[in-house]
């Protein structure tokens, strides 16, 4: 699935640990809005947003502890914003599983006891540490301790991090700690090509577990996806409608994830480029001008804005403009999906 989506080459073999190193693949955010608008201004070069996928080994009971390797996996998995976890759903003689059966629920609760496990052993490190400190008598200290005491008895109960009740001032406190079951996850479900696009059993048991969680379920066929990375790009449609799929797997598990980071996208457009650029949903306009170039931001003066679906309607700039699609926006305004922007700032 990682060289599918990545084009990375990554050794894939049918046998525990053949990836030992991580690997990393760069990948572009599949978007028509920038082909659209690279036609439109006919640019010279089309630049799209990218996501950083990092492909490590799957983990087995006991890596909290070292087991496999996965102290090693563990360490990869901490530098990482978001977990696509890719789980088992499909059988296959030919394919081994590290268990030796195919359970999706069994899969699911190893990892995450595993990611439980190192937390905890995290936790106590720091309320060892902090407790020392409080014995000063400063209250943030002891107010700190207390959070991190709080946070500790509710993964205990087997509860994923990322669902602790964090108030605004203590969100520090987590984030400083950079546990595992605190990453947002996006499960995805590797099924035979014969269980698309719904999917089977396995996955209805993967989507009960992601409804708890409130986690979002991608249903993809690695092998499927193999096939169409290898055709030219002209042939993936005629491809994709031959199997009765409107789109890739993988161009699903790319928005997926980049809308589980919460990641939105904004555009500059001319005859030199069209680029797509990246930021958080809710940033403002000079954050999304210092995207572009730090001198951006500093020097912010106004932004001229266009929605996509303006600049698609009136097919250019100007002629936007002329119909009053133009907006010149502050320091205030809030960048929505979408927007094509124009940043005036001084040097």
């Known amino acids: 699935m990682f060289n599918a989506l990545s084009s990375a080459g990554s050794e894939s073999a049918?046998?525990?640990?053949?990836?030992?190193?991580?690997?990393?693949?760069?990948?572009s955010v599949p978007d028509v809005r920038l082909d659209r608008l690279a036609h439109l201004v006919t640019a010279a070069k089309v630049t799209p947003a990218t996501i950083e996928f990092v492909d490590i080994a799957g983990l087995v009971a006991g890596a909290s502890k070292g087991e496999g390797l996965g102290n090693q996996f563990l360490a990869h998995i901490r530098e990482v914003d978001a977990i696509v976890h890719v789980v088992r759903c499909?059988?296959?003689?030919?394919?081994?599983?590290?268990?030796?059966?195919?359970?999706?629920v069994r899969d699911i609760e190893i990892i995450e006891t595993e990611l439980l496990l190192k937390d905890l052993e995290s936790l106590e490190k720091r309320i060892e540490k902090t407790h020392k400190l409080a014995k000063s008598g400063d209250k943030k200290v002891r107010a700190e301790l207390a959070f991190y005491e709080r946070l500790n008895a509710?993964?205990?109960?087997?509860?994923?991090?990322?669902?602790?009740d964090v108030h605004h001032d203590e969100i520090s406190w987590m984030m400083s700690l950079f546990l595992l079951t605190n990453k947002p996850v996006l499960y995805a479900a590797n099924v035979a090509e014969d269980d698309l696009p719904e999917g089977n059993a396995y996955v209805e048991n993967v989507r009960e577990i992601a409804a708890t969680e409130g986690a979002r379920v991608v249903v993809i066929a690695a092998d499927l996806e193999a096939q169409i990375a290898e055709l030219e790009t002209d042939e993936r449609s005629a491809f994709l409608e031959a199997a009765g799929l409107e789109q890739s797997g993988l161009a699903r598990l790319i928005h997926a994830a980049y809308d589980l980071l919460g990641l939105i996208t904004f555009f500059t457009a001319g005859p030199k480029e069209a680029r797509a650029w990246t930021v958080r949903r809710g940033d403002k306009a000079p954050t999304a001008a210092g995207v572009i170039h730090t001198d951006f931001e500093h020097g912010f003066i106004r932004a001229e804005t266009i929605k996509y679906t303006d600049?698609?309607?009136?097919?250019?700039?100007?002629?936007?403009?002329?119909?009053?699609?133009?907006?010149?926006e502050g320091k205030e305004y809030v960048v929505e999906d979408g927007d094509v922007m124009l940043f005036r700032f001084n040097v």
């Open 14 to 27: 049918n046998y525990p640990f053949c990836t030992i190193e991580s690997n990393v693949g760069v990948v």
């Open 90 to 104: 499909f059988d296959k003689e030919n394919v081994v599983h590290v268990v030796g059966t195919v359970d999706s």
């Open 154 to 164: 509710f993964v205990s109960e087997g509860n994923p991090a990322r669902a602790f």
């Open 311 to 328: 600049y698609d309607v009136y097919g250019s700039e100007a002629k936007a403009r002329e119909a009053g699609a133009m907006r010149s």
